[in-house]
C-alpha cells in the first residue's frame, strides 16, 4: 500500500540553526501538506501547497518557514533559525484531492 | 474560528465496544475523520465520513454523524489490547484545505 515517507525520523538540532525535514508523498497525490504537534498538545495545520504554490497558512507558518517541492517527489519543510519552541513532531501528508489526508509517521524536531 | 472537541480518556476491558465521542463546531464541515497513533508512530487514517452521511461501517469499526448537533462517535466493536491508541477526531470543509484535529482520545484497553 503507498505511504508517505518522512526522514528523518528524529533530528536534533541546535538554536538558530537550518534544518530540512523531508518527505515523500504518495506518488500519484497533488496536494501536500505539513502539520506539527507540540508534546501533548494537538494537530495543528501549516501549510497546504498545490500546483507549485501555497495554497493555505497558518498564522505559525511565519517567514522562519518555507516549503519547496524541488523535484517530481520530495516535498520539504524548512525552517531558517530554528527557535526552542520549534521542538515538536512535524508530520507531512498528502492527498489526490483536497481533502482526505494520509499522513507520514513524522519528524521528531528537537531544538538544544 | 473552527474547533473539535473530544474527551481525554477512555478505558474498556478487553472484548467490550468502545465508544469515543466527539464535537466539532464547522457548520461547513464537509468530511469527518478518525486517525489512530500507536505510541511513537504517525497518523493513521482509520475511517472517514462524508457530512451528507449518517453512518459508516468498516468492519469492527461504526461512524455516527449527528448533523444537527456537529456530534460524531466512532464505535469499535469486540476492542482488543491492540486497539490502545491515541484516536483523533477531525474535519475538514469543501474548498479548505487544512484538516482541524481534536486533542485525541486516549484509549486504554485492559486485559
Known amino acids: 500500500e503507498p505511504e508517505v515517507t518522512q526522514t528523518p525520523s528524529h533530528q536534533v538540532t541546535q538554536m538558530g540553526q537550518e534544518v530540512i525535514l523531508r518527505c515523500v508523498p504518495i506518488?500519484?497525490?497533488?496536494?501536500f501538506y505539513w502539520y506539527r504537534q507540540i508534546l501533548g498538545q494537538k494537530v495543528e495545520f501549516l501549510v497546504s501547497f498545490y500546483n507549485n504554490e501555497i495554497s493555505e497558512k497558518s498564522e505559525i507558518f511565519d517567514d522562519q518557514f518555507s516549503v519547496e517541492r524541488p523535484d517530481g517527489s520530495n516535498f520539504t519543510l524548512k525552517i531558517r533559525s530554528t527557535k526552542l519552541e520549534d521542538s515538536a513532531m512535524y508530520f507531512c501528508a498528502s492527498s489526490k484531492t483536497n481533502n482526505i489526508q494520509y499522513f507520514g509517521a513524522g519528524t521528531r524536531l528537537s531544538v538544544l | 474560528g473552527e474547533d473539535v472537541e473530544q474527551s481525554l480518556f477512555l478505558s474498556v476491558r478487553e472484548g467490550d465496544s468502545s465508544v469515543i465521542n466527539c464535537t466539532y463546531t464547522d457548520s461547513s464541515s464537509t468530511y469527518l475523520y478518525w486517525y489512530k497513533q500507536e505510541p511513537g508512530a504517525g497518523l493513521q487514517l482509520l475511517t472517514y465520513i462524508f457530512s451528507n452521511m449518517d453512518m459508516k461501517q468498516d468492519q469492527r469499526l461504526t461512524v455516527l454523524l449527528n448533523k444537527k448537533d456537529k456530534h460524531l462517535s466512532l464505535r469499535i466493536a469486540d476492542t482488543q489490547t491492540g486497539d490502545s491508541a491515541i484516536y483523533f477526531c477531525?474535519?475538514?470543509?469543501?474548498?479548505?484545505?487544512?484538516?482541524?484535529f481534536g486533542a485525541g482520545t486516549r484509549l486504554f484497553v485492559k486485559a
Open positions: 506518488s500519484n497525490h497533488l496536494y
Open positions: 477531525a474535519e475538514s470543509s469543501g474548498g479548505g484545505f487544512k484538516t482541524i
